[in-house]
């Protein structure tokens, strides 16, 4: 399949580099004051940084949504991608376990380390290009 430029093929490469870079420990989820929606899910339910990284690891080209340019000055020749996943997570107030589409954009870097610009529960449904 043939979309914005980019097949699946391209996806399937670009994870595997992610991955790779995850599994080594090459990654950062930002949990700076810009970044309170990423705060917020690990406030809102029981997941840590190792489960993070799970869902990171579970990720497939099928749950790809976009690519996007940085639009920060200074990294305007970095390209981000938009992933969509839905996990179960167990609510932090309560004992509930429910499905929680989380939106994921990241950042891999020349030097093979990924940055995790966006890792919360999806503010509005994402498409899904491959799907």
């Given at each position: ?60 080209a099928t ?69």
């Open positions: 399949m043939y979309i914005l430029g980019i097949t699946l093929k391209d996806i399937d490469a670009y994870l595997i580099k992610v991955k790779n870079a995850i599994r080594k420990n090459r990654y950062r989820i930002e949990m700076n004051s810009r970044r309170q929606d990423n705060r917020e899910l690990f406030l809102t339910y029981v997941i840590d940084e190792e489960m993070a990284k799970d869902i990171l690891m579970g990720l497939t749950d790809f949504s976009e690519r996007l340019q940085n639009e920060h000055e200074g990294y305007e020749d970095e390209m981000l991608y938009v992933f969509g996943k839905d996990v179960e997570l167990l609510e932090r107030m309560g004992n509930e376990s429910k499905i929680v589409s989380l939106y994921i954009k990241f950042n891999k870097l020349d030097n093979c380390y990924v940055i995790v610009v966006s890792l919360h529960e999806q503010k509005y449904p994402i498409k899904y290009y491959f799907k």
